[in-house]
């Protein structure tokens, strides 16, 4: 057990320099960030709890870790007089190197990540922020001018404490204590010393701590107190929980600031029992797409926690889940490897991805706002399940939303399906980095004069999810950007058969064909094909990949992560309709030869390049071509 009392050093101190980013974040809490200072009590503890369960983790293969100290506390001890607060837990601890990684360097805190959410960041400054980088410890500082921590990892002889008044430097040394864990002594200041007042701490734990499950004491003369309800949180029948309890649980468990957007608390019985607590969040997580990532969601058996962030709880598409899943079936002393190849944790596995579909698909109908916010910020994740989770993708591919050409809203598939035109035999898409650049982009042009909606796609996880899936309800996807486009065989709107059908206003035939010969010889392996476009309205040309070539986007993607050695050569379409190609067109009929033609033919090609974003391969003979044709059309 603990003794939570002064403890005589027995080595010189060593006193060693925060990093700069820490010194910057102290900076930030204590003057700036929050006026909650409540908040550093409730990350105390829940850092003092989090221990606790580690320690009941590594005692299941190691028993002799416990030292005979199984009955895991939070203990609060106040001094009114000395104006001294201190948190102790006999979980897991620390020792030396633990305490330098953790409390004063970047290296496990997150600092930096913070930082820059901190910077980024449109909320309000006094947003809790803090728990969800990791670096809650340094709440302490708010309310205290000196921080104490005495610790002695489980399972070692040697004690060390810690000591910093947050401005820059901080002090190790061996230390004595008895049993295993760690105790927090903040030296609060005069302005803070309500934070010794019980009345006070038993309100901050009943509102902030009263989910951690296990005992919050207060250290009292006349006996102890436990302030908060030490039971699991999820263990609790749903009827006895309020609103706020299952948000302040979120909060503790995924270390989040937000309030979340859903709560699924529910109990599965039959051939496998086990109890799910999950939160969907309303804000997106910092790392969501970090390789790293993995979550927030952990497992326990019969409320002994085994492990976070378990990957096999849930598929990848889902790591911003959030909770904890407690298990009746699975053994106690199972491994982190174990858990790999377990068939209960498959069928767990299963049965929590239905449940968060359902929901899902419960929200899509009866809450469409709220769903379209959801999707804003995860749907980019929840389509990587369409390659990744081909079980499951029927179900994604009906909840899935897209921006489209028909409005600035979002639609369905279904939706989109229903809209199609009469001999439109697919559903067309087009890719890109920004949604504006791709409603003003040419190949547009073509299937807005036929009122054909196109769907409009920006995350990179679109390129490998439609190769993957290629239908829905039976209806091709299709890329605009390719050829293959079949837009004769859509009816045009009645207003446009007209314009559509007629050609007396475009190039004659027999002059096209000399542009498109001449602009062949120009451009040379520089592009796979030259052919008039039924596509383009207003624009003089496009470049499209072949009908059975790679997306554009997919190919700069692939280029950029050097999976292909170059962009492919590309079929530059012209519009046979537009001035210049028909004053072309003139110039060609008469001298195929034309000087002209040549410097036109290829700034032709480098305009439709920066039509598709991409970078100029001789951009000062583009400059120089440039000059020569405005020259020319000034009459210089």
């Not at 930030?28 to 503890?45: G, Q």
């Not at 369409?386 to 029927?394: A, Q, T, V």
């Not at 390719?482 to 559509?500: E, S």
């Not at 596509?535 to 050097?562: F, P, V, W, Y």
Request: include cysteine; charge should be negative; aromatic fraction near 8%.
């Amino acid at each position: 057990m603990i003794e939570i009392q002064e403890k005589k050093e027995v080595m010189t101190e060593e006193k060693m320099r925060f990093e700069a980013e820490v010194s910057r974040l102290l900076d930030i809490v204590v003057h700036s960030l929050y006026s909650n200072k409540d908040i550093f009590l409730r990350e105390l503890i829940s850092n003092a709890s989090d221990a606790c369960d580690k320690l009941r983790y590594e005692a299941i293969a190691n028993p002799d870790l416990l030292a005979g100290d199984a009955d895991f506390k939070v203990r609060l001890l106040t001094d009114d007089v000395r104006n001294v607060l201190t948190i102790a837990d006999n979980g897991i601890g620390m020792n030396k190197d633990d305490l330098i990684d953790n409390l004063g360097t970047i290296a496990n805190s997150g600092t930096a990540k913070f930082l820059d959410a901190v910077a980024k960041s449109d909320a309000p400054k006094d947003v809790d922020l803090i728990g969800q980088f990791g670096v809650g410890f340094y709440s302490a500082f708010m309310v205290a001018g000196k921080v104490d921590v005495v610790s002695k990892k489980a399972g070692e002889d040697q004690a060390w404490k810690w000591s910093s008044d947050g401005k820059g430097e901080y002090t190790i040394a061996e230390a004595e204590m008895e049993g295993h864990g760690t105790q927090i002594t903040l030296h609060l200041t005069d302005e803070y010393k309500e934070f010794t007042d019980e009345h006070r701490l038993k309100h901050i734990v009943k509102t902030y701590s009263d989910h951690i499950g296990i005992p919050v004491v207060l250290m009292k003369g006349d006996g102890d107190e436990t302030l908060n309800e030490a039971s699991a949180l999820w263990t609790r029948p749903k009827s006895e929980i309020t609103e706020e309890q299952y948000k302040e649980f979120y909060k503790h468990n995924s270390h989040a600031f937000d309030d979340p957007w859903k709560t699924i608390h529910y109990r599965a019985e039959g051939a496998i029992e086990y109890t799910g607590l999950l939160y969907l969040p309303t804000m997106r997580p910092f790392d969501l797409y970090e390789p790293q990532r993995k979550g927030h969601l952990k497992l326990y058996v019969r409320k002994v926690f085994i492990t976070e962030g378990a990957d096999d709880l849930l598929p990848p598409w889902l790591r911003f889940v959030s909770g904890v899943v407690d298990s009746q079936d699975l053994p106690l002393n199972v491994s982190r490897e174990m858990l790999q190849h377990n068939p209960v944790l498959t069928k767990i596995k299963n049965g929590l991805t239905k449940k968060i579909l359902s929901e899902l698909e419960t929200a899509a109908k009866k809450d469409a706002e709220g769903f379209e916010t959801f999707w804003e910020n995860f749907g980019a994740v929840v389509k990587e399940g369409l390659y990744e989770d081909p079980s499951n993708r029927d179900r994604i591919l009906k909840i899935a939303k897209f921006r489209s050409t028909k409005d600035d809203g979002w639609t369905t598939l279904a939706d989109y399906v229903e809209r199609m035109k009469d001999g439109q035999k697919a559903i067309y898409y087009i890719s890109g980095e920004d949604i504006e650049a791709l409603k003003r982009s040419p190949q547009l042009e073509g299937f807005a004069a036929k009122g054909i909606e196109v769907l409009l796609l920006t995350d990179p996880v679109d390129e490998f999810w439609l190769p993957s899936v290629g239908q829905f309800d039976e209806k091709d996807f299709k890329s605009v950007t390719r050829g293959g486009a079949d837009l004769n065989d859509v009816k045009a709107d009645d207003k446009d058969d007209a314009k559509d059908d007629k050609k007396d206003d475009a190039a004659s035939d027999a002059s096209l064909d000399a542009l498109i010969a001449s602009i062949k010889i120009a451009l040379g392996d520089g592009i796979k094909d030259v052919r008039e476009s039924d596509r383009l309205t207003s624009s003089a040309c496009c470049l499209i990949a072949d009908e059975t070539g790679m997306d554009l986007r997919m190919e700069r993607l692939m280029k950029q992560h050097n999976r292909v050695d170059q962009i492919s050569p590309r079929i530059l379409e012209i519009n046979a309709k537009h001035s210049l190609i028909k004053k072309l067109s003139d110039i060609a009929i008469k001298d195929a030869k034309a000087p002209i033609l040549n410097d036109a033919a290829l700034l032709l090609l480098d305009q439709a390049r920066i039509l598709e974003g991409e970078a100029l391969p001789d951009p000062v003979n583009f400059a120089r071509r440039l000059d020569l044709i405005m020259e020319k059309g000034l009459g210089a």
